[in-house]
């Protein structure tokens, strides 16, 4: 039993390296290849996949994407844990992997409201948290110039009605933070690109503040390159029309359109976005399904959905400079503990076994049709 279990894994990343039978004939040899003129393929990496602990995701990581993004570890409560200490640890050997690889490193993220160390979350002064803002943004910034591609400089500061967040970053420095944010971190590396990015800002009201936002940046003279949508959709609702008229919206201000966070839910939720302070009732049997596997109907759907979001990003491909997906396999997901604990979510294109869905070959034959 236990060589079964340890070679499982093994024999299904062959399985999606070579492809079945089945898929042969309309696989391409993995997902950066089938994608390489159109735009980078990323993934989402956590601790232990920057550290290479499992051979066999490492293996897939490696064969399918040219884009690397961090989960969690250059969020300030882990690289900036106290006022006068910084971590370095993790995220050096991030952006080491990514040089190793030759893959485009993505930092993620200089101004969040969540995942704040605590010393920062108790500050109330104005001047102690402005000098805290000023010192996070210039020193990790400038300590990766040149090394990474690009950041995420400042994440989810709007509202779904499109205006500001009411976080600590707008109680205590006033609306003009995020633009003094960009112009900060544009000091501190300016061989850096420089993004904004939000969840559920392809949707109508959200877009426009967005919009509104991005223009305020850039009418202050100061640099933005380009805006990631998230992308956390839902199964049979991705809004497709939305999407659309948010990259050709964003595209018009000048800069380049990513999909930052991709993942399509397959179980019950009832609201739309990724607001991680949102849950529901973990005791309701009905909102975890597919505890056993997922249903062919589903994953069919599933791969429907993948399709048709790629032929769309296909079709604008000239505006779009990447997609990444916010998880390696679905044993990685996020989705699998929020918003409910202890689901078996399966949002992604690879499985718990390492092996590659009926989506993942949508994804690649969308490439080879376009």
């Known amino acids: 039993m236990k060589k079964t279990f340890l070679l499982l894994p093994v024999l299904c990343l062959l399985a999606a390296c070579s492809g079945s039978k089945k898929n042969a004939t309309n696989s391409a040899s993995s997902l950066k290849d089938a994608y390489k003129k159109h735009f980078t393929i990323g993934t989402a990496l956590n601790a232990g996949q920057i550290e290479e602990r499992n051979a066999v995701a490492n293996?897939?990581?490696?064969?399918?994407?040219?884009?690397?993004?961090?989960?969690?570890?250059?969020?300030?409560?882990?690289?900036?844990?106290?006022?006068?200490?910084?971590?370095?640890?993790?995220?050096?050997?991030?952006v080491a992997y990514g040089k190793k690889n030759n893959m485009e490193i993505i930092g993620h993220t200089l101004v969040w409201h969540s995942q704040l160390p605590p010393f920062?979350?108790?500050?109330?002064?104005?001047?102690?948290?402005?000098?805290?803002?000023?010192?996070h943004i210039k020193t990790v910034a400038s300590r990766y110039d040149g090394k990474i591609h690009g950041w995420d400089v400042a994440n989810e500061v709007l509202?779904?009605?499109?205006?500001?967040?009411?976080?600590?970053?707008?109680?205590?420095?006033?609306?003009?933070?995020?633009?003094?944010?960009?112009?900060?971190?544009?000091?501190?590396?300016?061989?850096?690109?420089?993004?904004?990015?939000d969840y559920n800002n392809e949707q109508p009201a959200k877009r426009e503040g967005c919009i509104k936002l991005i223009k305020k940046i850039q009418a202050a003279g100061v640099r933005i390159d380009g805006v990631g949508i998230q992308g956390h959709w839902h199964i049979g609702k991705v809004p497709l029309k939305d999407i659309e008229e948010s990259i050709l919206a964003y595209s018009a201000l000048g800069i380049k359109v990513m999909f930052t966070e991709l993942d399509i839910e397959v179980l019950p939720r009832n609201f739309t976005g990724a607001e991680i302070s949102q849950r529901m009732n973990s005791n309701d049997p009905t909102l975890n399904p597919y505890k056993a596997g997922l249903?062919?109907?589903?994953?069919?759907?599933?791969?429907?959905?993948?399709?048709?979001?790629?032929?769309?990003?296909l079709k604008h491909k000239d505006k779009i400079a990447r997609v990444t997906f916010w998880g390696v396999t679905d044993r990685d997901s996020w989705l699998n503990g929020w918003p409910v604990r202890g689901r078996t979510n399966y949002p992604l294109l690879f499985d718990r076994n390492y092996a590659p869905k009926p989506a993942y070959y949508k994804v690649i034959e969308a490439a080879k049709n376009n």
């Open 295 to 313: 249903p062919d109907s589903v994953q069919q759907q599933l791969a429907k959905d993948y399709e048709a979001l790629f032929n769309l990003f």
């Open 59 to 94: 293996a897939l990581i490696k064969k399918e994407f040219n884009s690397i993004t961090p989960e969690n570890i250059m969020k300030a409560e882990i690289i900036h844990p106290e006022l006068e200490r910084y971590d370095f640890t993790l995220a050096d050997k991030f």
């Open 159 to 197: 509202n779904e009605d499109g205006t500001m967040r009411n976080s600590i970053f707008l109680k205590l420095l006033g609306d003009n933070y995020v633009t003094d944010a960009f112009r900060l971190a544009q000091q501190a590396a300016p061989n850096t690109a420089l993004y904004y990015n």
């Open 120 to 135: 920062a979350r108790r500050m109330q002064n104005v001047d102690s948290f402005k000098t805290f803002f000023t010192n």
